[in-house]
């Protein structure tokens, strides 16, 4: 069984900061990435950042967040800078995971993440 725990959210102001974390726990093996999908009322999940190999991110979040992992701790972070309106969404952590001889995605509960104007 693999579980991913995401930090808190919260209500920030525009242009404000935010850094949520995300911790995977179980039976791992190895995993391959990690990354953030977000969702808003009436929209598609959307990703945000993931984290393997390479990095790659969303376009409407390039040059403001910045995605980061510790292997060590089978941690995945999202520093989100300069907040905006429009990044209000429940944020989902994902995981791309090894167990055994499988490989499976794992998804975090989601954490709401509210920017005011």
């Known amino acids: 069984q693999v579980q991913l725990v995401e930090s808190e959210g919260g209500l920030v102001q525009a242009g404000g900061s935010l850094r949520l974390s995300c911790a995977a726990s179980?039976?791992?093996?190895?995993?391959?990435?990690m990354g953030w999908y977000r969702q808003a009322p009436g929209k598609q999940r959307e990703l945000v950042a993931v984290?393997?190999?390479?990095?790659n991110y969303g376009d409407s979040v390039k040059g403001r967040f910045t995605i980061s992992r510790d292997n060590d701790k089978n941690s995945v972070y999202l520093q989100m800078n300069s907040l905006k309106p429009e990044d209000t969404a429940v944020y989902y952590c994902?995981?791309?995971?090894?167990?055994?001889?499988?490989?499976?995605?794992?998804w975090g509960q989601g954490t709401q993440v509210t920017v005011s104007s």
């Open positions: 994902n995981a791309n995971i090894r167990i055994g001889i499988g490989i499976n995605s794992y």
């Open positions: 179980g039976s791992i093996f190895s995993i391959n990435f």
């Open positions: 984290i393997g190999s390479n990095t």
